[in-house]
């Protein structure tokens, strides 16, 4: 696999326009009852967790076997990948991937945490600009909780569909399969993960 990755610490910096999961432009610190990125990751993994901003540069075959995990129906196009790993002296706290997607016609920005051995803790919705009655749900949202990607990541598998909100559902599974899909190439928890600070 020709994977390979760069990190260093900050105060969770601000990442660069060319990353791919994220686009802070999306989500103004001043957008009502929503995180900004830094509130997010803090909220994910508070102190004493440090976070690192990392990137990953996936190779054409890297990426093309993400997509076919991830399924047919899952876009997967963004060779570089920007994540954030949470430790601790004790170890690995876990991992996350924010998803810029589009819903209907306009964008929302989900934050997906992947703890070991490679399932979601949760999701948090950072942004979303359609109307508020598609917004995605807390209890929704919780059963995604410990799931790895499988079949059943899905809506015609274990996850139930949002009424009235379909397009949501759909956007927030594609997000979450497509994280995991990533996660799985890049391997972030492996102690053989080549990074540089």
């Known amino acids: ?7 260093f610490r ?10 791919w999961l994220l686009v802070l432009g999306l989500f103004p610190s001043t ?30 075959s890297d990426l093309e076997a993400a997509g076919k995990q991830a399924g047919a129906d899952v ?37 997906i945490v992947v703890v070991p051995p490679g ?7 950072l942004r979303f600009a359609e109307p508020p009655e598609y917004h995605a749900t807390e209890p929704w949202l919780r059963q995604f909780e410990g799931r790895p990607l499988s079949p059943e990541l899905s809506l015609k598998g274990s ?4 009424t009235g909100a379909t397009l949501t559902s759909t956007a927030i599974v594609r ?17 053989g993960q080549a990074a540089t600070p």
């Open 1 to 7: 696999m020709s994977i390979w990755a760069t990190s």
């Open 75 to 111: 876009p997967m196009k963004q060779r570089v990948v920007t994540y954030y790993l949470a430790q601790t002296s004790n170890g690995v706290l876990g991992v996350a991937y924010f998803d810029s997607h589009r819903v209907r016609t306009l964008n929302e920005v989900v934050m």
């Open 119 to 125: 399932r979601i803790r949760n999701i948090e919705v």
């Open 31 to 60: 957008v009502q009852g929503q995180l900004t990125l830094d509130e997010a990751l803090r909220a994910a993994f508070p102190a004493p967790a440090r976070i690192e901003r990392r990137t990953a540069f996936l190779s054409a």
């Open 159 to 162: 996850i139930r569909n949002l």
């Open 10 to 19: 900050a105060r969770i910096p601000v990442p660069r326009p060319l990353t």
């Open 175 to 191: 997000a979450a399969r497509r994280a995991l899909a990533l996660h799985a190439r890049i391997d972030p928890f492996s102690a």
